[in-house]
């Protein structure tokens, strides 16, 4: 099932991208916020196994993917991501979906459960939580701020073997295809990041209290995919966040780190499990 495409003017008429695969209205959408560099084809394979009667919305936020880009930096901060998505929303006619969010995904998740609740029918967390590793924190900002600028594909899927952490990717092709949704070739003929590198800029602001807002999913249904290895996500913050939400259900993925991609057969049965109970 191949997305719809479209291209949605934000409040500041910068365009962003959106990726929709509709299968049908009968069931409550599912809206897909990638993690902070990532864009809305992280979900391609996940989509089309969670999409039977329902619309599956993922999109890439400003300065990522096939959005549009700004000379202010700030313009990519989470508050303005959070702006674009009740737009898209808004536009696209997403209404109290359910919201899978990887990473800074679901960050904004929380920030959207406090400032647009109606939104939300159940929330998906994958590898995040209100605190966030110091290690992991800082590879992200190193990561993100790094173009390698490498001379093929190629060499960009040997980079990411060697680079990212442990993940659930079998074989060359999958690799590659990490390779392709990482980097773009540019008009020098080498591959750059499909994002904006200045985004590592806002890793540096202080981290704010992200505990109020994890409390706003206490009443909401609510899954937490980590992966076992994670330097994002640790331990000590999931037994917290169960204390906190007693309710929620939590799925570890032995030797993976940050970030699942959600379709390891214990992600992608969880939460066709979670869908199946809140549809």
Do not use: K
């Amino acid at each position: 099932m191949d997305p719809v495409v479209h291209r949605i003017s934000a409040w500041d008429r910068l365009p962003i991208h959106v990726r929709e695969w509709d299968g049908g209205d009968s069931l409550s959408p599912v809206l897909c916020l990638p993690g902070l560099v990532r864009t809305g084809a992280d979900f391609e394979l996940l989509a089309p196994a969670i999409g039977d009667g329902r619309r599956v919305v993922a999109i890439d936020y400003a300065g990522r993917g096939d959005s549009g880009r700004s000379r202010d930096v700030a313009r990519f901060a989470p508050e303005a991501c959070v702006r674009d998505v009740m737009d898209v929303c808004a536009a696209v006619g997403v209404h109290h979906a359910v919201v899978i969010g990887t990473s800074f995904g679901g960050l904004l998740a929380m920030g959207l459960a406090a400032t647009r609740p109606a939104l939300i029918r159940a929330v998906v967390l994958n590898d995040i939580g209100p605190d966030i590793g110091s290690e992991g924190a800082d590879f992200v900002r190193d990561f993100v701020g790094n173009d390698p600028a490498l001379e093929s594909l190629d060499a960009c899927a040997a980079f990411l073997r060697t680079t990212l952490p442990p993940m659930s990717l079998d074989g060359d092709a999958a690799w590659r295809r990490m390779a392709e949704l990482t980097y773009q070739a540019g008009s020098d003929g080498r591959f750059h990041p499909v994002w904006d590198t200045a985004i590592a800029q806002l890793l540096n602001r202080p981290a704010p209290d992200l505990w109020p807002l994890f409390g706003g999913l206490a009443n909401l249904p609510s899954l937490l995919i980590r992966g076992g290895v994670s330097n994002i996500l640790l331990p000590a913050t999931v037994t917290r966040m169960q204390d906190v939400h007693p309710d929620m259900t939590v799925v570890t993925l032995p030797g993976i780190g940050h970030a699942p991609i959600l379709t390891e057969p214990p992600a992608l049965t969880a939460i066709q499990t979670f869908l199946a109970q809140n549809t």
